[in-house]
């Protein structure tokens, strides 16, 4: 089964980037869409964006859409989310995930089939 790992979590002051990435332990990301989620504090877990498996469709939160961009590179077996003009309130822990969705349109959170464990991104001065 593929599992997931992200990196790249840290503390960043408002208005500064982060670039996160999410390679599988085992296994490859070539046929799996990839989702990032972020879970706050108080908040319920948000899902951020998509990308297809050939990077053919993008999709974002309205959270983060012009400040975050997916992206991938199959032959390096990894995914990112940059993450540009950071705000207090992204942060949070940082999750990626793999579903085998053609479309961006026709996620189905109940059938993603791996989750990373999560990276903590604070923003903060």
């Known amino acids: 089964q593929l599992q997931l790992v992200e990196s790249g979590g840290g503390l960043v002051q408002p208005g500064g980037s982060l670039r996160l990435s999410c390679r599988p332990s085992g296994g490859t990301l070539n046929r799996y869409s990839i989702l990032w989620f972020r879970q706050s504090p108080g908040k319920e877990r948000e899902g951020l964006s998509c990308v297809t498996s050939a990077s053919t469709n993008t999709k974002y939160a309205d959270s983060v859409k012009g400040r975050f961009t997916t992206s991938r590179r199959n032959a390096e077996n990894t995914a990112w989310l940059q993450m540009t003009r950071l705000k207090p309130e992204d942060t949070g822990t940082y999750y990626c995930?793999?579903?085998?969705?053609?479309?961006?349109?026709?996620?189905?959170?109940?059938?993603?089939?791996?989750w990373g464990q999560g990276t903590q991104v604070t923003v903060s001065s």
């Open positions: 995930a793999a579903g085998l969705w053609r479309s961006c349109e026709t996620i189905d959170e109940s059938s993603i089939d791996s």
